[in-house]
C-alpha cells in the first residue's frame, strides 16, 4: 500500500499486537504476532520515550521505546533486532519501519493509529469501505483484524492527518482495531514479493498497549 504525501520516504514495520484495556490482561495476540508481555516496570532501564517529531530516528536493538508522551493508549516497543527506526511520531499516530536492504523503499511498515473514528467497530467499517471503494480485497483475519489485498487507493489515515497508508496493487495491510476504543494497529507491506521476510521481523518486536 502505497504511503501517502504525509507518508512520504517512511520505512516502517507492522506487526500485529495484543493489547490490554483499564486492569484487563492482555487479549491473546492475532496469528502470526510476536509474543507480547506486560509493560516493563519502572527501573533505570525503563522505557525511552519517543520524542515528537518527523525525522529518521534509528532503534537500538534491545532496548525498549514508549510512544510519544500524550499518545494515547500507551505503547511499549522491545526492540530486539537492529535496523528499526521511527519517522512520524505525533499525538494521532506514530510508526516503526525497516527497509528493504540495498533499497530506497520499505519492506515492512508497522503503524499504531488513532483514527478520526470514536471506536474500533466505525474505524474497521471505515477501513472496510475505503478498502472497497480502492478495489481492494478485503478477508476477516480475526475477530478484529481484516487484511486487505491489492486495491489502489486510501486505506488508512490518523485523526490529524499525521500517518496515511494507500492500498497498493503489489501489496497487503493486516489492520488490527482495539474493541470499543479508537486504536488501529496497521502491518503494511508495500511489496508482497517481500512478504517472507517482512512476516520473519515479527519475532524482532515486543509490543504491548494499555489506556489510561
Not at 504511503?3 to 490482561?25: Q, Y
Not at 493486516?174 to 515479527?202: C, I, K, Y
Amino acid at each position: 500500500m502505497r504511503i501517502r504525501p504525509l507518508l512520504v520516504a517512511a520505512t516502517l514495520v507492522a506487526v500485529a499486537v495484543s493489547g490490554c484495556s483499564g486492569d484487563d490482561e492482555p487479549d491473546a495476540a492475532p496469528s502470526g504476532a510476536p509474543t507480547s508481555s506486560p509493560p516493563p516496570a519502572a527501573t533505570p532501564d525503563a522505557p525511552e520515550v519517543l520524542g515528537l517529531g518527523k525525522s529518521v530516528l534509528a532503534l537500538d536493538s534491545g532496548t525498549t521505546y514508549r510512544s510519544p508522551r500524550g499518545f494515547e493508549p500507551e505503547v511499549t516497543v522491545e526492540v530486539k533486532a537492529a535496523g528499526w527506526v521511527s519517522t512520524h511520531r505525533g499525538l494521532d499516530a506514530f510508526d516503526l519501519s525497516q527497509p528493504v536492504p540495498d533499497a530506497d523503499a520499505a519492506l515492512v511498515v508497522y503503524a499504531f493509529v488513532v483514527p478520526p473514528e470514536a471506536s474500533a467497530e466505525e474505524a474497521l467499517a471505515a477501513v472496510r469501505q475505503r478498502a472497497a471503494d480502492a478495489g481492494a480485497t478485503v478477508e476477516q483475519t480475526g475477530d478484529f483484524t481484516v487484511t486487505i489485498t491489492g486495491g489502489d487507493g486510501p486505506l488508512v489515515s490518523s485523526r490529524d492527518g499525521g500517518i496515511a497508508l494507500d492500498a497498493v496493487p503489489s501489496g497487503y495491510a493486516r489492520v488490527t482495531a482495539t474493541p470499543g476504543e479508537p486504536f488501529l494497529m496497521v502491518w503494511w507491506v508495500p511489496d508482497s514479493a517481500h512478504a517472507d521476510d517482512a512476516e520473519g521481523l515479527t519475532s524482532s518486536l515486543g509490543v504491548v498497549y494499555e489506556f489510561t
